[in-house]
Nanobody
């Protein structure tokens, strides 16, 4: 069982930046692909970005390409999501998730965090 804990959410003006962090309690964290999903009010949860266990592969949703960067530090059991040039439509609860590889993670997650709120004001 991998427990994931997100941090770093908050309120920011459009054009600003935030850095989200996902910390895992399990030392086998480095065996998993880790990703970020988000859910806005009244909308379904959607994929944002994912990174393979070795960091060799990363995927992004088209809506965040060029603005968001995912990275990981397996020594610290953390995955970060650097979000730049934020837009009001990025407002959502952001969830950290894990699965064995990136393609599987994009379809479904084996483990989820509790989420962190990101609000971007116009």
């Amino acid at each position: 069982q991998v427990q994931l804990l997100e941090s770093g959410g908050g309120l920011v003006q459009a054009g600003g930046s935030l850095r989200l962090s996902c910390a895992a309690s399990e030392r086998t964290f480095s065996n998993y692909a880790i990703g970020w999903f988000r859910q806005a009010p009244g909308r379904e949860r959607e994929f944002v970005a994912a990174i393979s266990w070795s960091a060799a592969i990363s995927n992004y949703a088209d809506s965040v390409k060029g603005r968001f960067t995912i990275s990981r530090d397996n020594a610290r059991n953390t995955v970060d999501l650097q979000m730049n040039s934020l837009k009001p439509e990025d407002t959502a609860v952001y969830f950290c998730a894990a699965n064995y590889n990136v393609p599987s993670l994009r379809n479904a997650a084996r483990y989820w965090g509790q989420g962190t709120q990101v609000t971007v004001s116009a």
